[in-house]
Nanobody
């Protein structure tokens, strides 16, 4: 499974960005795909996840109401729409995939990772 993340950039506080993660090489109906982020000196943090089959989602409390995860099955792409961005959202954002239907908020249970995309939110 290969994951290609894109869409990061520099934005002012209150602005929006949409991250994309395009997947290839797997049977995605069996997968959970998630976004994590990691700020300098911090541990990798779960942001949001989506079950490929059925589309149910889970979003961390720190971004609930501001970030939305979705998928386009035909494009094998997962999106993270980020609105009302704050400086504390600044991090490298990674997409990840794991087999099975159980949602996972710990990075250690994910088998596949994209290369990361930088999101910087200025005050």
């Amino acid at each position: 499974v290969q994951l290609q993340a894109s869409g990061g950039g520099l934005v002012q506080a209150g602005g929006s960005l949409r991250l994309s993660c395009t997947a290839s090489g797997g049977i995605f109906s069996r997968y959970v795909m998630s976004w994590f982020r990691q700020a300098p000196g911090e541990e990798r943090e779960f942001v949001a996840g989506i079950r490929w089959s059925g589309g149910s989602t889970e979003v961390s409390d720190s971004v609930k109401g501001r970030f939305t995860i979705s998928r386009d099955s035909t494009k094998k792409t997962v999106y993270l729409q980020m609105n009302s961005l704050r400086p504390e959202d600044t991090a490298v954002y990674y997409c990840a995939a794991k087999e099975g239907v159980a949602a996972g908020t710990s990075a250690v249970v994910y088998d596949y990772w994209g290369q990361g995309t930088q999101v910087t939110v200025s005050a």
